[in-house]
């Protein structure tokens, strides 16, 4: 456990709370009783113990988190460890069941956000499940990569990592050579990572509140996913590329002969209709104070129809664009399916941004836990691996929000109320950074069920 203990962020939270260092110490204490909700769900005594030594090591003060160093640490032969990650005869989804149940129980509530991301892992070879040429954001470059799917929630009273599926490239999924080296069930055939999204969240977001369903524009570029969204009657706010095709509802042309009917305007890429939009329409939307204070971003919204690549026209959904300011001008575009007279622009912003919660988990679960650190070839083996390590991510997120509190709740794991510092602004900025003549648009709280358009 010392590497949590001797975390610098831990040290911090330890001297902003005034907790002595025994208390931050009892870390470990509260690790053997998160353990002893989650090994019940192992099939076997041996498994049992094999995965409470691999959850122990993922916090271990080890350069790397896979299986050969956490045995050699707990001083244990290494095969016995491998074969339980990377082939062993137990359920991920008996587990993350059990870790659904517990981040509800910790963090639920009606307004959540359910966030769905991909996220790549550079591999050397091309003998691992799935692997590919993909492109990583970490390396900025296209290389060798298993990439994952993921499904995130994020909540007032915190955050987490719910689920994983493996992407199947549409080559892999038909090479029956490497079907069969890595172990693919004959059930996987080739899906689309938004169809993949889709099953997390008919899996998972089921067993958890939430308001919202959040994605990137990997995702929401396909009107089929946001037309599926739209079938389950999930709420979203969905990024979709810069060349996306919309039409403009609230701005028709004048009609092209006395007393006739106004004219639809033409479809035109987002990005052009949005450089096109008088200053008057933008609105100020300061969002939650992060580590530099309160994040600003300018935006505007509007009702539109969508064409996609094979020139179907879609229904009507509402445009977000966002300019952040002080970042470069970053400039975005989402869609939702909320009706403009039932949720305000700064809600919709808000939710859009919920996904900047989720990302860095990424981070955190690759240097903390191990979360990309695996040796595992196999389907079963990949997801075996990330089960475990998301597990390992959800006790760390419980101890930091414990850390930040002074009271501490059941289990010795406080209870929700900000703890990442995100408290929303109420009310005008007297100094704000507004234009003149502009309203400053705050982030609000929770919403009610709201109609769809």
Not at 30 to 49: A, I, K, M, S
Not at 249 to 263: K, V
Request: glycine share 10%; proline share 5%; with cysteine.
């Amino acid at each position: 456990m010392s590497i949590l203990l001797e975390h610098p962020e831990a040290q911090a939270l330890l001297e902003r709370t005034k907790l002595d260092p025994a208390s931050l110490r009892r870390t470990a204490e509260h690790l053997t009783r998160f353990l002893h909700r989650y090994l019940p769900h192992f099939y076997r005594t041996e498994q049992r113990t094999h995965a409470e030594v691999i959850l122990r090591g993922k916090f271990a003060a080890l350069d790397r988190k896979t299986t050969e160093p956490i045995a050699t640490d707990a001083g244990l032969q290494r095969r016995p460890l491998q074969h339980f990650v990377g082939a062993g005869c137990w359920s991920d989804d008996a587990i993350l069941a059990e870790l659904q149940r517990h981040v509800r129980q910790e963090i639920g509530h009606a307004d959540a956000v359910l966030v769905l991301d991909a996220s790549a892992f550079a591999k050397k070879g091309a003998a691992s499940c799935g692997v590919a040429r993909h492109w990583s954001g970490r390396l900025g470059k296209v290389d060798n990569c298993q990439v994952g799917v993921f499904l995130g929630y994020a909540a007032p009273g915190g955050h987490a990592l719910l689920a994983a599926r493996l992407y199947l490239p549409a080559e892999r999924a038909s090479d029956r050579a490497h079907r069969v080296l890595t172990q693919v069930p004959d059930a996987v055939v080739f899906a689309e990572k938004w169809r993949l999204g889709l099953d997390l969240l008919d899996a998972a977001g089921t067993a958890l509140p939430h308001g919202w369903v959040v994605a990137d524009d990997e995702f929401g570029r396909a009107s089929a996913f946001r037309q599926e969204l739209r079938g389950r009657r999930q709420r979203y706010v969905v990024d979709v590329p810069c060349n996306t095709l919309i039409r403009d509802l609230e701005d028709p042309l004048p009609p092209s002969q006395p007393g006739g009917r106004p004219r639809l305007r033409p479809f035109e890429r987002v990005d052009q209709w949005a450089r096109r939009q008088p200053r008057g329409r933008w609105r100020t939307v300061r969002l939650r104070h992060g580590e530099k204070g309160p994040h600003r971003v300018r935006a505007l919204t509007a009702r539109v129809q969508t064409k996609d690549a094979d020139g179907q026209v879609g229904g009507s959904e509402r445009v977000v664009v966002y300019r952040e300011r002080g970042r470069a001008q970053k400039r975005g575009y989402a869609l939702s399916n909320v009706r403009g007279d039932a949720v305000p622009l700064r809600r919709l912003v808000e939710v859009r941004f919920e996904r900047s919660r989720i990302e860095p988990m990424f981070g955190e679960g690759k240097s903390e836990v191990g979360l990309g650190q695996y040796e595992v070839r196999s389907w079963v083996g990949w997801h075996h691996h990330m089960t475990l390590s998301l597990v390992a991510l959800w006790f760390l997120q419980l101890e930091r929000r414990r850390l930040g509190k002074k009271k501490s709740g059941a289990d010795g794991v406080a209870g929700a109320s900000d703890p990442d510092g995100t408290v929303a602004s109420s009310g005008a900025d007297a100094g704000g950074s507004g234009t003149a003549g502009e309203p400053e648009v705050t982030a609000d709280g929770g919403s009610a069920d709201l109609p769809l358009v």
